[in-house]
């Protein structure tokens, strides 16, 4: 019986972290947002080889004469049609996290991955140069999907006192992925000619591992309760994943976040936009995920090479110091993971952001002066670094983060959608127009990054509060003021009420008294 599982007294929810909430966060990490970092990084090292490969192939094969403009345009929209993948599953979020779960829906997108690895793997062989872009777009859709299903799965599943950490451990992964594609892209590994489809289709390795491993696990104990009424599902996941712990107050809390929807059905994005109980946490989600692609990160990420080739450093060494760059991204993310349930979200963003900002003025003035010192070629470097590793400490993780601490279980999947489209627009519009950016502003675009960065840093001050260590209810009412609703209309449900089974709370259907 479900009540027997209940065996701790009523009193504060608390957490530990247990080895199945460890894995559990490794795993959905490790073949999602790892492969998004992959990704992100992967087509910068054999850039030349792929532009190579399409004029050969579109002359010998097509018959048609390409020029420099031509493969830039076509290499942009090989790096950027990633970010159009990305856009186009981020609107499926809504529809199949409610449909299939959190976890139900990483398992059954993995066959995505498969399909995309396998196109882009064989494109050389097939001397089909749109195979290469559709396996970029598919896999883009994969990784549209699992960065909103990542976070919103490892939040709903975390103890609120360690929703911060694990919410961390998808931005790790990212690094992670970025630094693994720039060590294989070097040239004594597969960064050479005839190895380029290899090195973009090892994608399905880590999916191969999460897809045998992560069915094991349980769903997330709110999804079951709060959208199906699953009450011994939800506290068998909660045993599983919490070995100390108030399990009743932590379901008592889920009843208490129930009892407070106006329905049980997953609001529309019309709804949520609509909705003036969370129009500020919309707008939030709005900036943060908006400010954090159009911050110069993916410019850096995209292009790393090209920008230290225009800092003056040498083509030979230039391999070398982007893999750099990627082992500082992985020790700033980590460093961001066991420092946020110390320090707070806000203190990590607006100091990433203020970072980033100062670092993208310094790179301008950098270039700006190198003719005149050759000290300023470091400094241009230094400042790259810089961007990325304060992009990793804070912004990289906290916005994703953010968006599940900011809604209730209704709204959540819609501000994912909302969140995830904005995210990846903003990833396609810099990485599909950077280069022409910079070729037409030169250094000056990076103040452009600079004014983004700081202006979020101001939003972060002024607007958003500290999540840190609270509850979603409470997280709700903390914008209650802001949004001019009255607490008891947060908490107060005229629709849905809560009926007593075995002493624990269930879905009960009826008129309310």
């Known amino acids: 019986m479900a ?75 090989t790096v950027s049609i990633f970010a159009i993948g990305g856009m186009t599953g981020a609107l499926l979020v809504g ?29 050389r062989t097939c001397r089909m140069p749109a195979m290469v872009i559709l396996g970029r777009f598919i896999t883009g859709v994969h990784s549209g999907i699992s960065l909103s299903v990542v976070p919103m799965y490892l939040g709903e599943i975390a103890p609120k006192n360690l929703r911060g950490f694990l919410g961390l451990v998808p931005s790790i992964h990212i690094c992670m992925g970025v630094f693994i594609a720039q060590v294989l892209g070097l040239g004594e590994l597969l960064g050479k000619e005839e190895h380029w489809p290899l090195l973009l289709s090892l994608v399905v390795f880590p999916t191969m591992v999460q897809l045998l491993l992560l069915p094991w696990f349980p769903e997330s104990p709110r999804y079951l309760l709060i959208e199906k009424g699953n009450v011994h599902g939800t506290i068998a996941a909660l045993k599983w994943y919490r070995t100390k712990g108030n399990i009743q107050a932590e379901v008592e809390e889920m009843q208490e976040e129930q009892r407070s929807l106006t329905s049980i059905e997953t609001i529309s ?16 989600i709005i900036v943060v995920n908006i400010g954090m692609q159009l911050s110069g990160i993916d410019a850096i990420w ?28 992985v020790i700033s993310g980590m460093l961001g993971c066991f420092t946020i349930e110390r320090l707070g979200r806000r203190p990590l963003m607006i100091g990433g952001f203020l970072f980033m ?36 400490i804070g912004p990289a993780g906290v916005p994703f983060l953010i968006t599940a601490e900011l809604f209730k279980q209704s709204h959540r999947p819609a501000a994912y959608t909302v ?23 030169g250094p000056y675009c990076y103040l ?29 009412q903390m914008f209650a003021s802001r949004n001019n609703i009255l607490e008891d209309e947060l908490t107060s449900n005229g629709h849905l009420k809560m009926s007593m089974m075995n002493g624990y709370g269930t879905l009960g259907h009826g008129d309310s008294t």
């Open 302 to 329: 995209f292009y790393t090479n090209d920008i230290f080739k225009d800092a003056g450093i040498p083509e030979p060494h230039i391999q070398y110091t982007t893999v750099g760059t990627g082992a500082i991204e």
């Open 269 to 284: 994005v019309c709804g949520l936009l609509k909705d003036r109980c969370v129009r500020w946490q919309v707008i939030t």
């Open 448 to 476: 452009i990054f600079c004014v983004i960065c700081l202006g979020v840093a101001l939003y972060t001050t002024i607007i958003i509060p500290e999540t840190r260590n609270k509850t979603f209810m409470e997280i709700s």
């Open 95 to 123: 529809r199949l996290v409610t449909t299939y779960g959190r976890k139900g829906t990483l398992v059954r997108i993995t066959v995505l991955v498969f399909l995309g690895g396998a196109l882009m793997g064989f494109s």
């Open 3 to 77: 009540e027997e599982l209940l065996v701790e007294k009523y009193g504060k929810i608390t957490g530990h972290l247990t080895p199945s909430l460890l894995l559990v966060a490794f795993l959905s990490s490790f073949g999602s947002s790892m492969l998004y970092g992959f990704n992100l990084a992967v087509v910068n090292s054999p850039a030349q080889y792929i532009k190579e490969f399409y004029n050969e192939t579109l002359t010998e094969e097509y018959g048609w004469e390409t020029d420099e403009e031509s493969l830039t345009v076509l290499y942009s929209l």
């Open 357 to 392: 900002g100062v670092c993208c003025a310094g790179i301008t003035v950098s270039v700006l002066l190198q003719p005149h010192l050759i000290i300023m070629r470091y400094v241009s470097v230094a400042c790259v670094v810089g961007i990325i590793a304060g992009f990793c």
């Open 419 to 441: 969140a995830g489209c904005l995210n990846w627009l903003s990833n396609f519009t810099i990485g599909f127009l950077f280069p022409f950016l910079e070729m037409d502003m």
